[in-house]
């Protein structure tokens, strides 16, 4: 209690700094204020019809043994969070490569709904996101130019070099996204504060293009949350998980300064490696065991921390804590080095919260 303390006492004396402030007046968020609105009520209408579809296409998760909820919930989150951002950015973006972005995102998310809806095997879904990703890339001319080196240097990139890296760089944003669609709530919440990092790092580098875009898919995310916070009406499915991924790719991507960004996303990037490893340990578990790595189990970290008595909110919130606190280390390489010292505080504050509530439960019970 001390830490948390003297952490909140340290934090006062930072957000009283009024220099601190300066990195967020209105005036700089202002281009992203109308986008992010935009997308947030059009996903928020978009839910209801996307829900309905389907239910009637058949599109639903059946609750198992997997599955932490108790009854069929729709999927197909994924075009509402779509439609959402895609009106929203075409209404307001002043990116020229706003149409490429949202063809190949409605590509990948379109090839989605299709395994949402009937189910397909992972190879052909890894083929789905080369196949979007190498449109974004060589039809759109959405891939990595250069490198932006510390000192100013600069890596020019072959195009031999740039479109293989470039398509390692979609997909494995779209399968880490992917990855961590396990709780309510989790993947959006994510997104959104992975977006906002891409977002503040575009306004301290004057990308206004960047910035709209930005704020129109933290709008679509935030109205999305509005139906699949726990416990969730619908789900974003493959469709959501992978337009996410492929959407903070291109993003990256799209920014002026291309490599420095792209760098700066690697580290919130690097919170979500908690759900790779966990991945990555469930293959190993199930091939000692003799078992497929298909074969579906209760073990993943989130059904570890639910056995541990956070409830499907607090182990949200935790991912959440983790993701703002690298995130944040991702904002200092831009010169945001206070919003560090502020993420680490809510972390700490909120991780206290979330044990204490947990720890009361538990001597009640």
Known sequence: MRTISAALLA???????????????????????????????????????????????GAVAEPGERFIHRKPTARLGGLAMYLGFGLSAALFSTEPATLGLLLSAAVITTLMVFDDIHGARPVVKLLFQVGASLLAILVFGIYIHFLSLPGGHLIILSLAAAIPLTLLWFVSLQNTINLIDGVDGLAAGVVAIVAATLLLAAINRNETGIVILAGALIGACI????????????????SGSNFLGFSLAALSVLSVAKGTVVLALIVPVAALAIPIVDTAWAIVRRRRRGKSIATPDTEHLHHRLLDFGLSPRETVLVFYFGTAIFAAVGLAIYGHKKVLLGAILLMLLGIAIIVIRRFRRTSRG
């Open 223 to 238: 109205g999305f949350l509005l139906f699949n916070w726990h416990p969730a009406r619908i789900f974003m499915g493959d």
């Open 11 to 57: 934090g006062a004396s930072v957000f009283s700094d009024p220099t601190f402030w300066s990195d967020f007046s209105p005036a700089r968020f202002g281009p992203a204020v109308v986008p992010l609105l935009a997308a947030l009520v059009c996903t928020a209408i978009a839910v209801l019809p996307a829900r309905w579809l389907a239910l009637r296409l």
